[in-house]
């Protein structure tokens, strides 16, 4: 992917940078706003992150500007105000993503791989498929290898997200935000509860595993042949 | 430098004012009444000397001239010097009286005349008269002497002036002996502020005691600083306690690198003390994340974002959430919810404040424990209820629980920053709601109370009425009832047959 990085802090973006370079995708950076704005009106990027705080125009208005001018670049902002309301106003002008400072790398990566390769809105699928597992949206129903997975509504919606970001990393603060509308951190497992049932439910009794944990960053939904090249 | 502030001070420029205005009032009243007593003294005047002209007139016609002179003269005689008359001829030859002759004129006159006689004797009187022609010959005139009038008159302004100054004279002393006693009074709060703002936060306004504004508004200036006293201890004490959380974990951090540099070490060894600092690191995070945000919470600035939410689906979704949980870890989690209840707040903030309480159950109970969660429409409006049938909070520690940091001796050991009750509280002043903690006999019970929002009852019959029916009968919610015992029943075989804490559905009373 291609990537441009507007953000004012030398070290982050620098930070930020290396990592997506290291992950292969090419990263271009601007330090101010008004740099930050040409950039991304001037050259298509297939996303791009934005720290809300910056020299000469703030990252709001770089959003609001290419937004009304018709750019539908994917933008994930960045904060370090680590506010209640910052993530509404961010939605609202036209970002797509939100992720607050200092944040770990894997949380970053995970979130843009989703943004990058979000599917076109106008694809309304109605059957989700891993491997051999299905996913009836309409039925609300699960089957995996014709067997059918009985399912409780929440573990359903965890599932289809899952399944939505098969091959992608998910984040624990992103099922946090998606399937439970928790826009903070548990002190208590929740998610790795959740998980396990879920897990006990369409992994446990069939012969190979889908649903993997990846040390230090999330969950993955994927077959086994794919598990190396979507990371 | 004293009188110029005095003259400066609002109290005494009040009292010059006062004086001033009540000078002005009291000389408009003292003019009207002089000027209604000499009007009414001078028609006493003119009415006595027409009456003695008309009876000297009578006389004339009836009897003659000679014998209007002897009435006069007997007029004369009576009249004690103060009556003066003038009888002559049409020549000028005085005939009667005891005045010298003049140009004669008509009607009323205020003349000056002398009187006859010769020599020390003449002397001149200041008169009021009436003349006229009672025949071609005879000019009459009737005068009273004025000096007496006028003497009454100076009497009377003598008097109103005297009046006049002993007002201004008393409202001035008055005033600003009021004034400065006013001003004596504002001085000593203004030093009492001096000195606090100089650092003494335990000073407080002298109060005199007489209950009067000044009074009311030092007890109000007072209660404030308390308030203000009140604020600044819980500053020093939460940045003493971050200063204390916070180097517990740095100073483990920094123990565990610098035994990771003591002695050259596998890769793999080197990966975990990264990890494991990581982590710590990210726990400190974490905690100044939480600070932020009740901070956030406290400054009030999200309620711009307040909307109608429904509270009743936040309590089951944030139930559904938490039951496995309750379940993985040997608990139970029981609901009482009434559906479609609605308060006005936020979506996002009512969620935390949920799972910070039922969290918060989960985490400080032991195994066995069940954990409750209800809500209702009670007449005064919404409660939330989270409660369980665990150690329970000392009742002496429960309000402590709310602060910052604060922790109870028995959880020490177990993580967390101390911070989920304070977020909780915090929120619930956000908005507007009442939080209270009672014993559950046994366990905690935690309510918090939203005020009645005013749209429920007119846009949603439905919720008025459950909320008028929860305080009379149960039966009137029948159906309700049926539903909330099948969920229970249902769950309690799910979760190995936990029963109701004890009192999860008698939570607002």
Known sequence: MKILVIEDDVETAAYIANGMNEHGHAVDMAATGRDGLFMATAGPYDLMIVDRMLPELDGLSIVKTIRDSGVKTPVLFLTALGGIDDRVSGLDAGGDDYLVKPFAFSELLARVHALGRRPPMAAAETVLRTEDLEMDLLKRTVTRHGRKVDLQPREFRLLEYLMRHAGQVVTRTMLLEHVWDFHFDPHTNVVETHMSRLRAKMDKPFDTQLLHTVRGAGYSLHGAEEASCKR | MQTLRLTHAAPVRYALAFAGLSTLAMGALLAVIYWSVILLLEQHLDIAIEQQQLALRNQFSNDGRDAMLGLLNQYLGDGGGLQHYLVQDRSGQVLGGDLSSIEPSLGWLDVTISSTGSGTDIRSYDLRARS???????????????SELAETSNMILWSFGFTLAATIAISLAGGVAIGSALLRRVQTASDAARAIMDGDLSQRIPVAGNDDEIDRLADSLNQMLARIEELMENVRH???????????????????????????????????????????????????????????????????RFARVDISDIADNVAEIFRPVAEDDGKGLVTDIETGIRVHGDRELLTQLLANLIEN?????????????????????????????????????????????????????????????SLVAAVTKLHGAELSMQDNAPGLRVTIRFSRDIEQSTRDPRGATLGAGVGTTRSIGGQRLTRREAR??????????????????????
């Open chain 2, 361 to 421: 159950a989960l985490r400080h109970t032991p195994q066995g424990t069940t954990v409750g969660v209800g809500l209702r429409m009670d007449p005064v409006g919404p409660c939330l209820v989270v409660s369980d049938d665990g150690r329970g909070i000392p009742e002496e520690e429960r309000h402590q629980v709310l602060r910052r940091f604060y922790r109870l001796d028995a959880s020490r050991t177990t993580p967390g920053s101390g911070l989920g009750l």
């Open chain 2, 238 to 304: 939460v940045t003493s306690d971050i200063a204390h959380d916070l180097r517990t974990p740095l100073g483990r951090l920094r123990q565990r690198l610098e035994a990771a540099r003591l002695k050259e070490r596998a890769a793999g060894e080197y990966e975990e003390v990264i990890d494991s600092a990581i982590a710590d690191t990210d726990a400190v995070l974490k905690t100044f994340d939480a600070m932020l945000r009740i901070a956030q919470i406290e400054s009030g600035g999200v309620r711009s």
């Open chain 2, 488 to 509: 229970i029943r249902a769950h309690g075989r799910e979760s190995g047959g936990h029963s109701m804490p004890a009192r999860i559905e008698g939570g607002c009373d």
């Open chain 2, 132 to 146: 006229d022609y009672f025949d071609e010959d005879t000019y009459v005139l009737v005068a009273l002497d004025t």
